[in-house]
């Protein structure tokens, strides 16, 4: 399989649940990010991690808990989430993550969240 | 304020027509420009990236950046019914810091 996965691409969850979210990419690079898209909102940039350390967090609620085991996979843990949390959320990869601008990112499909 | 402004549409043009696709933005840190274009139900794939003022062209694609106006600028030339997407801009100061994204222009180019 090639290019960025996401498991699964729709889910359904009640306020109280924990669930998780999975990004695996297989192209060999060492950065990897969280984007959150909210219909009729910006894209928002959540998480960055660069060789598996987190670079970057961009004011995420604590309920939002990212895992970065190896440069391959990423993980997004839901818990306790609420109904404005309902929104696509996208995974991407990229080379080195050395310069948001300069390096083209590869997107995964994206997982359809709702809370309810 | 938003700090970037971008008109949502969605604009209808007939193949063949000059697009224009605008942003403008208040945070004069600002230094790197891109535009992203997103075809339904897929994540987003950047088209290119201007840093600082002047034009950049690839192909049918310029992008224009005009700094003094705060203003930036996607033009696609010869427009296809495949050029049909939504088209983000998003900018930021450098490295990965308040990256901002437009909440994207529909584009629809009708054969």
């Known amino acids: 399989e090639t290019g960025v996965t996401q498991t699964p691409r729709h889910l359904v969850m009640g306020m109280t649940n924990k669930k998780s979210l999975k990004c695996e990419q297989h192209?060999?690079?060492?950065?990897m990010y969280w984007y959150k898209q909210s219909a009729k909102k910006p894209l928002e940039l959540m998480f960055v991690?660069?060789?598996?350390?987190?670079?970057e967090n961009n004011s995420v609620p604590s309920r939002f808990s990212p895992e970065c085991p190896n440069s391959s996979h990423l993980f997004l843990h839901l818990h306790t989430l609420q109904p404005e949390d309902s929104a696509l959320y996208l995974c991407?990869?990229?080379?080195?993550?050395?310069?948001?601008?300069?390096?083209?990112?590869?997107f995964g499909p994206g997982t359809r969240l709702l809370v309810l | 304020q938003k700090e970037v402004e971008q008109d949502p549409g969605p604009l209808s043009v007939p193949e063949g027509a000059i697009v224009s696709l605008n942003c403008t933005y208040s945070?004069?840190?600002?230094?790197?420009f891109m535009w992203y274009r997103q075809y339904s139900r897929k994540g987003p794939e950047l088209l290119m990236y201007t840093y600082s003022s002047g034009n950049k062209e690839d192909g049918r694609f310029t992008a224009q950046v005009d700094k003094s106006s705060k203003y930036i600028s996607l033009f696609i030339r010869d427009s296809q019914p495949s050029d049909s997407a939504t088209y983000l801009c998003a900018m930021n100061s450098g490295g990965y810091q308040k990256v901002t994204f437009g909440i994207g222009t529909k584009l629809q180019v009708i054969p």
């Open positions: 991690y660069n060789f598996k350390e987190q670079t």
């Open positions: 991407a990869s990229s080379q080195t993550g050395r310069e948001f601008a300069q390096e083209t990112q590869y």
């Open positions: 945070n004069s840190a600002f230094q790197y």
């Open positions: 192209l060999g690079h060492n950065a």
